[in-house]
């Protein structure tokens, strides 16, 4: 006798899927130890910061490249002319003097007065500066001018020159001694200390406006030494 029996299913068991099992175990795993993971993470990120720093720090040319200078440039051209200008005027001072010359005779006395005029003119030559009256460091520029002198010895304007008085007989020669007992008087009168003072500042407060202008934020400015000036 023959049983027929219905077909047999074969018992599939459904296949894992390794894949996924796999991401489930690392992401428990990541979950367990993230202290550990962010670790990780950070010193994975330092280790590729540092391998693309030494690649750009090979290459001969730098990512960024910043210059700064802070020195300025004056040429010798401008110092030269501002050297050839020569005499600068800085004070000048008009004034008149009075003198007389007197002589006894036997029978009668000479008598001469005049009144002299004139205009004194004080500043500087830059002619007579030393070979390194400037020099510049950095933004400063550092000037040594010569010292304050008389610009003009001729000072006296003999076309204004006035006789107040005279009476008897005089000489050129005599007329010479009065002129120059006068032009004594009135250099005596001007070349003060305080004018060479006042004609020092106005020498500083020129030559530091012409350096600022030229670009130097500060000017130290000093004087040479100068023998006093002949009053003579």
């Given at each position: 006798?023959?049983?027929?029996?219905?077909?047999?299913?074969?018992?599939?068991?459904?296949?894992?899927?390794s894949?996924?099992?796999?991401?489930?175990?690392?992401?428990?795993?990541?979950?367990?130890?993230?202290?550990?993971?962010?670790?990780?993470?950070?010193?994975?990120?330092i280790?590729?910061?540092?391998?693309?720093?030494k690649?750009?720090?090979?290459?001969?040319?730098?990512?960024?490249?910043?210059?700064?200078?802070?020195?300025?440039?004056?040429?010798p051209?401008?110092?030269?002319q501002?050297?050839?200008?020569?005499?600068?005027?800085?004070?000048?001072?008009?004034?008149?003097?009075?003198?007389?010359?007197?002589?006894?005779?036997?029978?009668h006395?000479?008598?001469?007065?005049c009144?002299?005029?004139?205009?004194?003119?004080?500043?500087?030559?830059?002619?007579?500066?030393?070979?390194?009256?400037?020099?510049?460091?950095?933004?400063?520029?550092?000037l040594?001018?010569?010292?304050?002198?008389?610009?003009?010895e001729?000072?006296?304007?003999?076309?204004?020159?006035?006789?107040f008085?005279?009476?008897?007989?005089?000489?050129?020669?005599d007329?010479?001694?009065?002129?120059?007992?006068?032009?004594k008087?009135?250099?005596q009168?001007?070349?003060?200390?305080?004018h060479?003072?006042?004609a020092?500042?106005?020498?500083?407060?020129?030559?530091s406006?012409?350096?600022?202008?030229?670009?130097?934020?500060?000017?130290?400015?000093?004087?040479?030494?100068?023998?006093?000036?002949?009053?003579?």
């Amino acid at each position: 006798m023959t049983t027929l029996s219905p077909p047999s299913v074969p018992d599939v068991q459904p296949k894992e899927t390794s894949r996924p099992n796999r991401w489930w175990r690392f992401l428990r795993w990541w979950f367990r130890h993230w202290k550990l993971s962010l670790c990780l993470l950070a010193l994975s990120g330092i280790g590729v910061g540092v391998l693309w720093l030494k690649s750009t720090s090979s290459t001969d040319t730098p990512l960024l490249s910043v210059e700064r200078t802070t020195a300025i440039e004056t040429t010798p051209e401008e110092v030269r002319q501002i050297r050839d200008i020569g005499q600068w005027e800085l004070l000048s001072a008009a004034t008149e003097e009075m003198v007389e010359l007197h002589r006894t005779g036997i029978l009668h006395d000479d008598h001469l007065v005049c009144i002299y005029r004139g205009t004194l003119r004080l500043g500087i030559n830059l002619h007579h500066a030393s070979a390194d009256w400037f020099r510049a460091d950095s933004t400063t520029a550092i000037l040594q001018l010569p010292p304050i002198e008389l610009l003009d010895e001729d000072f006296i304007d003999e076309a204004r020159t006035t006789t107040f008085f005279e009476e008897g007989s005089w000489t050129a020669a005599d007329k010479q001694k009065l002129y120059l007992q006068a032009k004594k008087a009135m250099k005596q009168r001007i070349l003060t200390p305080e004018h060479l003072q006042q004609a020092q500042q106005n020498a500083k407060e020129q030559f530091s406006k012409i350096f600022t202008n030229l670009g130097y934020h500060e000017v130290l400015i000093t004087f040479a030494k100068n023998p006093s000036l002949d009053t003579h």
